[in-house]
């Protein structure tokens, strides 16, 4: 045996005697065989992608799965082999894996030694997924809208009663027909043979075919669905059309007409729809958004994913485009057109919250007799020519026009929304007496329960100083100043609400007349201000339901411009949205705001097919040079412009609304259409909107900050302010 030295020795010696670059050369050689063996392995290892949904967030027992890879692959799931649902297409292979299990399901891609795998969870077609517990009582609508009866799924009473039994979630099969769209505009039940009335169009590759529409409709999330296509002329483009209107749910509402869009059909558009994303359905977005993408998840499966979605839709339709592609990114639109748009619906329950306080004070003063006048409160537009829908005579302004309704709508749970005669099939009779009707319980899983079991609110006016613009202004006198403040009031918790009175319940007409639901407000002087239940607030503004900006796909935000017929649509509502980007991330050029004119005789040019052709140039920018961005993308007409009353262009580019956000002199669209605000913006607050709970400072301090412009009180007048704001006014700086 070598001695240990000797060893080392001989170690040494074959050192020194190995050339340097030999040894480099043999170690590349090694590491460069190893590397490629390495990546030779790599890239036979096969890799899985859902195409359909988030793997967490698969619904109704299937998946659309892609296996990338070159290699003989094998698919199990759950350890079957399901490879014969896939098709191969270049390096990749496509399947529809169904029988999935509800809870957890793997999926396994194996090629030769390599095993890939990823975990599914699939949830009931009927839902949640994350919305949380479903609503009931709840009032099926399948028969209605021509799917037959529900399917009975239970005895406990909480649903339509069905042949047999109750139907709780209110599932029917899904039913699949042809359309054709007749020469009279009408869409009627495809013949065995070509009908004479057959109407044609001219898709965008220029070919002209025969309108005919393959159409599938079924439940999904208890919501009825609709999607519909020409039947030869689908361009792989799909639409999401969202509807508006109030309502709070408990409902499974209709399919409505823009699920058979004509012009987008025609031009090759699919189109998805949902019962579940109508506004007039239910306002809790956050099951709207769960709806959606259970919608968008069943397109994929059937047809594969389209080139892009775009969004369409408005007022509550617009609000849920900001709102999904917050929440949700590119998972159920690519791009936006929001019309009469507003950033969300949860933060207009702030200001809307005040017309009808304003409303009964300034009915009861004659200085405000004067319609006209009513906008240095209100901040929207005021009109003496317009009608009143309550008096019949000419005199009117936003709040009554436009909101008049929706304060008992959205606070007192005595106020019965839902009147449709088949509530009375619900077992037991007079269920829906048992909802508390209002927007808060309608999205109680939000705001939470207080510890009375009625839905939480959010509403708060404590520290508002109503007018305050106006008082600056010089408009209001210090006196008027604070007799409104002091006399305004706020609205009464939950729990002490009384049944409303004429017209909200028309049986009690004409006697006991109460527009402003004066008995579920406090009064007095100075009358209490309420204060906004602080877990509310929290729970919404984490909720995903408020607007925050935080929105990166192409938007292209149109509206007709209604402001003369004091419509509810507001027009500044486009520039709040705008504004809340701005404050997110400092960018808002991924959003373009068009106005079209309605004066003087309402709306009559439709915006949207060219916005539907800007978007798709848009799209097509961004699918060829994906590292320039959304805003990198725009096509030249992809800026702010506005529009005559026949949509001719009046002006576009950067700075036609120059004025609005900035201090800039103003731009060529802002001379032509002007904005008005709301309650909260005259008592100072920002254009965006959106604070439930004001900052308070004393009144003393606001003094000396100058916040009341030239008007220096005396010592009784801020005895009277303390007295009014005891706990302090506003600070919105």
């Known amino acids: ?4 030295p000797v060893i080392l020795a001989m170690l040494a010696s074959c050192l020194v005697a190995t050339p340097a670059s030999a040894s480099a050369s043999a170690s590349a050689s090694a590491s460069a065989t190893a590397s490629a063996a390495g990546q030779a392995s790599e890239a036979a290892r096969p890799a899985l992608e859902v195409l359909s949904s988030r793997p967490d967030q698969v619904s109704g027992g299937d998946a659309l799965i892609r296996v990338h890879g070159d290699a003989k692959i094998r698919v199990l799931r759950n350890g079957e082999d399901v490879t014969a649902a896939f098709t191969r297409t270049g390096k990749s292979r496509t399947g529809l894996v169904t029988g999935l299990r509800i809870g957890e399901n793997t999926i396994t891609a194996v090629a030769g030694h390599h095993r890939t795998s ?6 009931p077609i009927e839902g949640p997924i994350f919305s949380g517990p479903h609503q009931y009582p709840f009032l099926c609508k399948t028969e209605r809208s021509g799917l037959g009866p529900p399917v009975a799924d239970n005895q406990d009473g909480q649903g339509m009663r069905v042949e047999g039994g109750w139907s709780k979630d209110c599932f029917a099969p899904t039913v699949t027909d042809r359309l054709y769209r007749s020469t009279d505009g009408t869409f009627k039940p495809m013949p065995a043979e070509r009908p004479a009335d057959m109407a044609t169009t001219t898709l965008p590759d220029g070919r002209t075919v025969d309108f005919v529409v393959k159409r599938e409709r079924g439940v999904i999330n208890r919501f009825l669905y609709s999607i519909a296509m020409l039947e030869d002329g689908w361009t792989g483009r799909a639409v999401y059309r969202f509807d508006g209107g109030v309502a709070i749910g408990h409902d499974q509402g209709t399919i409505g007409g823009g699920a058979l869009d004509a012009y987008q059909l025609g031009q090759g558009y699919a189109i998805m729809y949902s019962s579940g994303t109508r506004t007039n359905t239910h306002y809790n977005l956050i ?9 968008k998840e069943r397109f994929i499966e059937r047809y594969g994913p ?18 999904y592609a917050q929440n949700h990114g590119t998972r159920i639109i690519d791009a936006a057109i929001p019309q009469y748009s507003y950033p969300d619906m949860v933060t207009q329950t702030i200001h809307v919250g005040d017309c009808e306080l304003l409303e009964r004070y300034m009915d009861a003063h004659p200085r405000w007799a004067k319609w006209d006048d009513r906008t240095a409160l209100i901040g929207m537009n005021a009109s003496g020519t317009v009608a009143n829908p309550y008096t019949g005579k000419p005199g009117s302004d936003e709040c009554v026009n436009g909101w008049r309704g929706l304060t008992p709508l959205t606070m007192n749970p005595l106020w019965t929304s839902n009147n449709d005669p088949e509530w009375e099939r619900m077992d037991p009779p007079g269920v829906k007496d048992t909802v508390q009707w209002t927007h808060w319980d309608d999205l109680r899983t939000v705001y939470g329960v207080d510890e009375h079991g009625y839905a939480r609110s959010t509403w708060d006016n404590v520290g508002v100083q109503y007018g305050l613009k106006a008082l600056r202004d010089g408009v209001l006198t210090p006196e008027e100043f604070l007799d409104l403040n002091a006399r305004v009031g706020s609205w009464k918790e939950a729990k002490d609400m009384v049944q409303e009175g004429c017209p909200f319940v028309p049986s009690v007409c004409p006697a006991d007349f109460d527009p402003w639901s004066a008995r579920n407000a406090h009064q007095g002087d100075p009358a209490p201000r309420r204060t906004g239940d602080p877990a509310a607030i929290r729970n919404v503004l984490r909720s995903g339901l408020v607007f925050g900006g935080d929105i990166d796909i192409p938007v292209i935000d149109w509206r007709h411009y209604l402001e003369e017929e004091l419509d509810m649509h507001n027009a500044h509502q486009s520039f709040a949205a705008r504004k809340r980007m701005l404050n997110h991330d400092g960018q808002a050029g991924n959003q373009v705001i068009w106005f079209t004119d309605a004066r003087p ?7 949207t097919p060219e916005a539907l052709k800007v978007i798709d140039e848009w799209m097509a920018n961004i699918r060829r040079h994906p590292s320039r961005g959304v805003i990198g993308n725009k096509p030249p007409k992809a800026v702010d412009r506005c529009f005559a009353t026949d949509g001719t ?15 800039r002199a103003p731009g060529a669209c802002t001379k032509r259409f002007p904005l008005y605000g709301t309650s909260r913006t005259v008592a100072g607050g920002p254009i965006e909107g959106g604070v439930f709970k004001c900052r308070l400072q004393p009144v003393e301090r606001a003094i000396a900050k100058g916040l009341y412009g030239s ?3 005396t010592a009784e007048q801020r005895a009277r302010l303390k007295q009014i704001f005891p706990t302090g006014v506003c600070d919105y700086r």
């Open 601 to 607: 005789d309402g709306p009559e040019f439709d915006q």
């Open 1 to 4: 045996m070598m001695k240990a």
């Open 118 to 123: 990823i975990r599914l969870r699939n949830h």
């Open 711 to 713: 008007w220096k009180p």
């Open 649 to 663: 262009e009046i002006a576009a580019g950067p700075h036609v609304w120059d004025g609005v956000l900035d201090r």
């Open 287 to 295: 099951l709207g958004g769960e709806t959606a993408l259970m919608v």
């Open 306 to 323: 389209p080139l892009y979605t775009v969004g369409v839709g408005a007022s509550g339709g617009a609000i849920q485009q900001y709102i």
